[in-house]
């Protein structure tokens, strides 16, 4: 899962610092991979621990001044929230066990508690941590520790969106082409909330840099700890010395780092950013769970037995992810989309060429807007 979700970890700053400084993704891209491979494979896992540290420190810090600053200009809570619920964008989970739902129960709920008890609990980059602790106590806090941030971050994250769409409600920046995609949207409300503070927006894209590079990091550092374990040491009739294992180690870092980078641009065609990485997660997240319960609950199943379970469930669970990744992309798949306004726009733009009948059924505009008309 690593090595497919690497590319997306570099992918995100990327876009971020495209949007608020218009500098190429392609140029962006060599200079964050290659600061996130040096520190990695020159500081080890306490290199990764202590950045990861700062990192998130710069990243809540950044995200809670633009939520303070982002509320008191639009005039307090009450008006981001009414603003979200007038043009329905505080809506619940589908109730409906229907898989095949975007935002369904059984999607959320069981799949999420499923995603997440994977992640905290099996996933190597997060055991590597849990085992330069002290003792089983330790990581019993650091756990209950992680889950209380993952939350607060979540909920920052969600509540900066409502900000967002409380700002441009009356404006899309994407019709207008202002953004040109949605992943841009919050690095431009950044923008326009706290760009008149100096050296605001480069702490925003700073927290951005600093939560996507933790998890590049961190994967790096668990897939060259698996690389040495499982597919060198074990083919060796003599133990590596202590400067062949950090050649080793330092080796597979550059390698997959380089490689995460050459695969930017084909992160960059499929799609919005946090949807592309959940379906990537899902294509190990199950069979490696499952893999490790077997393990902890039916310990007299054989180890070919697993392995054929595990290669089943990860090439039918691939075929699904592709499949839909391709139905996607071709437009064979769509998500119902909310209905947004450009009807009080402060600036002049061209409305998009496939500003059509059909587009109208979902966008507000006025009636005389015209395909090629511009709107002020």
């Given at each position: 899962?690593?090595?497919?979700?690497?590319?997306?970890?570099?992918?995100?700053?990327?876009?971020?610092?495209?949007?608020?400084?218009?500098?190429?993704?392609?140029?962006?891209?060599?200079?964050?991979?290659?600061?996130?491979?040096?520190?990695?494979?020159?500081?080890?896992?306490?290199?990764?621990?202590?950045?990861?540290?700062?990192?998130?420190?710069?990243?809540?810090?950044?995200?809670?001044?633009?939520?303070?600053?982002?509320?008191?200009?639009?005039?307090?809570?009450?008006?981001?929230?009414?603003?979200?619920?007038?043009?329905?964008?505080?809506?619940?989970?589908?109730?409906?066990?229907?898989?095949?739902?975007?935002?369904?129960?059984?999607?959320?709920?069981?799949?999420?508690?499923?995603?997440?008890?994977?992640?905290?609990?099996?996933?190597?980059?997060?055991?590597?941590?849990?085992?330069?602790?002290?003792?089983?106590?330790?990581?019993?806090?650091?756990?209950?520790?992680?889950?209380?941030?993952?939350?607060?971050?979540?909920?920052?994250?969600?509540?900066?969106?409502?900000?967002?769409?409380?700002?441009?409600?009356?404006?899309?920046?994407?019709?207008?082409?202002?953004?040109?995609a949605k992943d841009q949207v919050i690095p431009l409300y950044v923008m326009k909330s706290v760009g008149t503070f100096p050296g605001l927006v480069g702490l925003?894209?700073?927290?951005?840099?600093?939560?996507?590079?933790?998890?590049?990091?961190?994967?790096l550092n668990s897939l060259s700890g698996v690389i040495l374990t499982d597919f060198i040491e074990p083919f060796r009739e003599k133990p590596l010395t202590e400067?062949?294992?950090?050649?080793?180690?330092?080796?597979?870092?550059?390698?997959?780092?380089?490689?995460?980078?050459?695969?930017?641009?084909?992160?960059?065609?499929?799609?919005?950013?946090?949807q592309l990485s959940s379906t990537v997660a899902a294509i190990t997240c199950g069979p490696l769970l499952g893999a490790f319960s077997v393990g902890m609950l039916?310990?007299?199943?054989?180890?070919?037995?697993?392995?054929?379970?595990?290669?089943?469930?990860?090439?039918?669970?691939?075929?699904?992810?592709?499949?839909?990744?391709?139905?996607?992309?071709?437009?064979?798949?769509?998500?119902?989309?909310?209905?947004?306004?450009?009807?009080?726009?402060?600036?002049?733009?061209?409305?998009?060429?496939?500003?059509?009948?059909?587009?109208?059924?979902?966008?507000?505009?006025?009636?005389?807007?015209?395909?090629?008309?511009?709107?002020?």
């Amino acid at each position: 899962m690593n090595i497919l979700w690497q590319p997306i970890c570099i992918y995100v700053p990327a876009l971020t610092l495209n949007q608020v400084s218009g500098i190429s993704v392609s140029k962006i891209v060599p200079m964050t991979s290659m600061v996130c491979i040096l520190y990695t494979s020159v500081g080890g896992i306490k290199g990764v621990v202590w950045t990861d540290v700062i990192q998130g420190i710069v990243m809540i810090g950044s995200m809670a001044f633009v939520i303070v600053k982002g509320t008191l200009d639009l005039g307090g809570l009450n008006v981001v929230l009414d603003r979200n619920r007038q043009f329905d964008r505080l809506v619940g989970p589908d109730m409906t066990l229907d898989p095949t739902v975007r935002m369904g129960v059984l999607a959320l709920f069981i799949g999420g508690a499923f995603f997440k008890l994977q992640a905290n609990g099996i996933n190597q980059s997060i055991v590597q941590r849990y085992l330069t602790l002290p003792n089983f106590r330790a990581v019993k806090q650091a756990i209950l520790l992680s889950l209380t941030g993952f939350m607060i971050v979540l909920l920052m994250c969600v509540y900066i969106g409502m900000l967002a769409f409380a700002e441009f409600y009356h404006c899309d920046p994407i019709t207008t082409g202002l953004a040109r995609a949605k992943d841009q949207v919050i690095p431009l409300y950044v923008m326009k909330s706290v760009g008149t503070f100096p050296g605001l927006v480069g702490l925003f894209v700073a927290g951005v840099f600093s939560a996507a590079l933790s998890s590049l990091s961190t994967a790096l550092n668990s897939l060259s700890g698996v690389i040495l374990t499982d597919f060198i040491e074990p083919f060796r009739e003599k133990p590596l010395t202590e400067r062949q294992t950090a050649f080793v180690l330092r080796g597979v870092v550059v390698v997959f780092g380089l490689l995460s980078m050459a695969s930017v641009p084909i992160v960059e065609k499929l799609g919005l950013v946090m949807q592309l990485s959940s379906t990537v997660a899902a294509i190990t997240c199950g069979p490696l769970l499952g893999a490790f319960s077997v393990g902890m609950l039916l310990p007299f199943v054989k180890t070919e037995s697993l392995l054929t379970g595990i290669s089943c469930a990860s090439t039918f669970t691939a075929y699904i992810v592709v499949r839909a990744q391709i139905a996607i992309f071709t437009g064979q798949m769509t998500s119902p989309t909310k209905p947004v306004s450009v009807e009080d726009c402060d600036y002049l733009f061209d409305l998009p060429d496939n500003w059509n009948a059909t587009t109208m059924a979902y966008v507000y505009c006025p009636k005389w807007a015209k395909p090629s008309r511009k709107i002020s």
